[in-house]
């Protein structure tokens, strides 16, 4: 069984290595949520639920106190990063006096009427580290209603989760602003939202969303699963299962203020499924102490469209831009600039698809003792992002050229006369692909121990596991958890 499990896992790896994805130049990430985590959810207390006989009420309920934490920190950085001629795929935003090649000028997002990139003294290196961290408590029942019909079941399931998600942001090769009212200053600071410049020639407003800083935190019940099956299979040996799914969403929905935002749940939106589930016991003993089971089962769930607010990204000359999100803009009829992100920050309708999450996991009991080794797979499709609206011919980049104030007079921008490229904005100029999360795969391998006081009138459970999830490209992240679980048959 060892040899057999180091040639499943050599095999897993190398499908991995070979499908292996790098994306770049994205806007937001939507990692999978703690509530799809079936190897938490069943490992051990898979021995407790569907018992028979000995009087028992027929529920079961178990609480898991998890901790996960994401390993992959440069290259999902990557994620965040763009590709230029001189750092292919890099975990950085760099910002730069001249040199095409690399992701901003500082003239992009600092603002010098009639100077050349090269005449602005600002300039750093955002290298990109981001971290996800999650802790809480899984809630799970079990319920069977062999007493209305042999076989039926209900099952729910919820996750209280704290997520704190941050971009381990540093700044590197940081030249700070020389003079004026932002002496002192540095790209981080832009990023940050803490760079503006008031009323005259150069007037520009602070980064107010897309903004990368520090860290945050959010604390929510994170979505619910409410199922009601049928065993069409309901022997003592095994069983075979159907159960419909509805998933109601109770966790936060992005805002877009930050990137790499904590979204505890699926973002706002319901969805739909079925779950196959089975189990088979492989072989017991003359005196029934020991025996070993096989548990099989496949979750799949349909996500409903929702409204989020993501950043988008900009599409410049037919090509999109690296970091154009971060551009400054002007609004035609008004004076001033501001960071693309604060206009192109909007509510969106976001289409997740299909998710899949499947398992096989052995388990060896030994009298109260259960010890368990699995599988899981995850999949999530390629999100889809349309632009809910958009005012036409009323933004465009603007061009270094552009004065706010003459003679002390405001001067409004135009689109016509102050734009790079002489043209407003339009609605597919807007890069939406930057804003969705590309398909994921994931896989991991989980084991378990607990002990069950199966002699008590109601058996009470006690267990410990954990699991590693490795990645099938930059688009998900790759973690490790923990989990301890205690769980009451009744």
Known sequence: MKKMMKHLLAALLCVSASHATTHTNKTFLMPRAPLRDKAMELSTWHTQINKKGDGLFGGSLQATGFYQSSTNQADTGRYFGAESATTTKDNTIEVVQAAAANDLFNTNIY???????????????????????????????????????????????????????????????????????????????????????????????????AKIDKGHHTTDLADIDLNLGYNFVNKKNWHLGLAFTLMIPTGNTPRGEFVFEPVSGHGGSWAVGGILDSAFTLWKSDN??????????????????????????????????????YFLMGKNGVSGLFPAANITTRDVEVEPGSQVEAIAALAFNCCNWTFDIGYNLYYQDREAVKVKSWQEETYAVAHNDYQAVVNNLPVAFSVTNDSVLGTAVSITDLNTKGAETPSQLSHKLYGGISYAFNHWSNPLMFGLGGGFEWKDSNAILEQWSLWGKTGISF
Not at 296 to 320: C, H, K, M, P, S
């Open 288 to 325: 029934k102490n020991k025996n070993l089971s096989l548990s099989l089962a496949v979750d799949y769930r349909f996500l409903f469209e929702n409204t989020q607010r993501r950043t988008l990204g900009l599409i410049q000359g037919g090509e999109v831009t690296p970091h154009g999100q």
């Open 111 to 209: 603002h010098s009427a009639g100077n050349t990139s090269s005449d602005v003294a600002f300039a750093g290196t955002m290298r990109l580290n981001p971290r996800r961290d999650i802790w809480g408590v899984r809630f799970d029942y079990y319920q069977d209603f062999d007493k209305i019909l042999n076989g039926l079941f209900f099952k729910a399931s919820t996750v209280v989760a704290g997520v704190h998600t941050s971009m381990h942001e540093t700044l590197e090769n940081s030249t700070p602003i020389a003079s004026g009212d932002n002496a002192g200053k540095t790209v981080a600071d832009f990023f940050a939202g803490n760079l503006s410049q008031g009323l005259g020639v150069n007037q520009q407003a602070a980064l107010a969303y």
